[in-house]
């Protein structure tokens, strides 16, 4: 039984508009969330993380939120750029250091 | 600062041959360390994790194992290599109760 699930394998977006991507988890234990960014050939960049304690975290363009008790978090990117264009991984921690992750979303941001 | 090597880069290997990939981290003592697979459009799948010298906890039964003969390097191996093996192997490390993991740039496996 997959615990984090990214539903949305792909997401093509123009540039400058808002890119969201979203994230489902099922263990309630979980109480630290993360979000990856993974361009092709590469090992993951950690790019933005959150606690169960926030519902929010901004980063420069780059916001996470999180709904308990839907069990899901989403990350906005605005405005997005060509650059942002690879694979993003949800990732949640129940256990300080040991991850599950989602399958991943490819973003496309087009000029 | 920091940085997570890993070697070889790629790598084609027939069925039945041995592996042995090497991850060394620098600039941190006492790491959390990772090994995971990607398979070809599929998501991180953790292999192995370790939180010291000689302690290894395996996440999913297979036929590759993992060592940790120091304290920050971490080697993943196989007596034989199936075709199922191929992928994307990468190996990470985290502070110790650090959530957020570093990767080091990962190794192309092909097994032929």
């Known amino acids: 039984d997959q615990q984090v699930k990214q539903n949305s394998p792909s997401l093509s977006v123009q540039e400058g508009r808002i890119s969201i991507l979203n994230c489902d988890y099922t263990n309630s234990m979980f109480d630290y969330f993360l979000w990856y960014k993974k361009y092709p050939a590469e090992g993951p960049t950690f790019l933005i993380s959150i606690s169960s304690i926030k519902d929010k975290n901004e980063d420069g363009r780059f916001t996470v939120f999180l709904n308990k008790s839907a069990k899901h978090l989403s990350l906005h990117i605005v405005p997005s750029q060509p650059g942002d264009s690879a694979v993003y991984f949800c990732?949640?921690?129940?256990?300080?250091?040991?991850?599950?992750f989602g399958d991943g979303t490819t973003l496309t941001v087009k000029p | 600062s920091q940085t997570i090597h890993q070697w070889p880069a790629t790598l084609v290997q027939p069925v039945g041959s041995p592996l042995s990939l090497e991850c060394t981290v620098e600039g941190t003592s006492n790491p959390n360390l990772y090994w995971y697979r990607q398979a070809a459009g599929r998501g991180l799948q953790l292999l192995f994790y370790s939180v010291g010298i000689g302690q290894i906890s395996s996440e999913v039964p297979q036929n590759l194992s993992a060592s940790r003969p120091q304290d920050r390097q971490f080697i993943l191996s196989s007596k034989k290599l199936l075709l199922s093996d191929s992928g994307f192997y990468l190996c990470?490390?985290?502070?110790?109760?650090?959530?957020?993991?570093?990767f080091g740039p990962g190794t192309r496996l092909l097994v032929l």
């Open positions: 990470a490390w985290s502070p110790i109760r650090g959530e957020t993991q570093y």
């Open positions: 990732a949640a921690s129940e256990d300080a250091g040991k991850s599950t």
